[in-house]
């Protein structure tokens, strides 16, 4: 889970600086928002994979229920933070949500699962 987290979070990087290059200060503003938005969501599910590992070595029959919660905290909390950066403080849209797209991208890139 550490390379997908630096993973992501060179792509961040990359989206935040070419944001800046073609959009300035704003542009990177509101990329670096979105991508700390998909990084921070990644940290939740890794929060709530342990927990449920930790639930399955001890015998515990709420492995679901732990997963499910987890599943819905990281919705809850994309859906306000993506409220919150394009409602409440006006950051621009494409480079937010194109870095969060590019984020989220990590999650397919195979060969950071081998550690």
């Known amino acids: 889970m550490q390379s ?10 990359a989206g935040t600086v070419f944001s800046y290059y073609y959009m300035g200060d704003f542009g990177a503003q509101s990329a670096a928002y979105g991508g700390g938005i998909a990084l921070f969501s990644s940290l939740i ?12 070595e001890k015998g515990s029959p ?4 732990l997963l499910y919660i987890g599943v819905i905290q990281r919705y809850v909390f994309v859906l306000l933070g993506l409220g919150v950066g394009l409602g409440l403080l006006k950051l621009n849209a ?22």
């Open 62 to 65: 709420q492995v679901m229920g």
């Open 45 to 56: 599910l890794m929060r709530r994979t342990k927990r449920a590992m930790r639930s399955v």
């Open 4 to 13: 997908f987290l630096w993973a992501q979070t060179l792509l961040i990087l």
């Open 94 to 115: 494409k480079p937010l949500l194109i870095v969060f797209g590019i984020a989220q991208l990590a999650y397919f890139m195979p060969w950071l699962g081998k550690e």
